[in-house]
């Protein structure tokens, strides 16, 4: 059996596709249209292109795209005033701090200075309670784009046995809210779960959230699962790889994301579709 593959690349430019036309019909009908503020703190190879490329998205988009570079040894109050100064301004729909932040900041005080209603990577405790509690409100863009890449490949997840590996915050936390309240019965895994392995063969979907290369190997996973690699590593020799050893987990899951080409295209696809929602709630025409 080989899988069929998810095909994130494809499924994000279906979304941009739908997010440009929502953002051309309010500038169509009058609106302004909405905008992103992308912070980004010191110079991060990695953050540089995630942020180039959120910039460059919005921009394809119709929106308005703001970009805020501060110096690596810029002090945290200052990031915290330039955050309420976009809280207060009335063109910003949506505020993107790009993470990691260098060391001598603390990244949750800056998330919660964020309002809610601009919070567009989701990241907010408002926001994360309001999912967990089933609410609408604004989604992490990571799992929020796992869901939707899962939609439009038409895969029912009622019933299934989802198993995450990996309880952050920004991915493996959100995740088991998303398919909790899709009605799967979902376990978390972390570095401290009792046999890993078998938690992994008792699933028929698979989440990994790591941040190690091959980390599963492919015969731990179920015939044909559905396997999602959220993980980005760069190898000595420059090639990106996921957790889940891919050539051998493709012999046995039904479906599976590639890396690069799945989870990652539709994370910032999800954060634009985040943005128009942001501004659609604000500011509805
Ligand atoms: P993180 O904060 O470092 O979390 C890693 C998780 O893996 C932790 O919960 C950790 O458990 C768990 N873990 C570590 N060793 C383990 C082991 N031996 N067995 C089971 N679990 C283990 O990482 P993250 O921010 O969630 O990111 C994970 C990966 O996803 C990274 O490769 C990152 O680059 C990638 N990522 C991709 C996207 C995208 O758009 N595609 C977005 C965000 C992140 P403990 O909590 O017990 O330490």
Redesign the pocket.
Known sequence: MSAEILDGKAAAARLRQSVATGVARRTGGGGRPPGLAVVLVGDNPASQVYVRKKRAQCEEVGMLSRAYDLPGDADQERLLALVDELNADPAIDGILVQLPLPPHMEAQSVIDRIDPAKDVDGFHPVNMGRLALKLPGLRSC?PHGVMKLLEDAGIALAGRDAVI????N???RPMALELLNARCTVTI?????RD?EARVRGADLVVA????PGFIPGDWIQEGAVVVD????RLDSGKLTG?VDFDSARERAGWITPVPGG??PM?VATLLANTLDAAEARDPL
């Open positions: 990571t590996v990996g309880q952050s920004i991915v493996g895994c972390h570095s401290r779960t890993l959230a790591v941040g190690r959220v993980g980005i590593n957790d989870v990652g994370t």
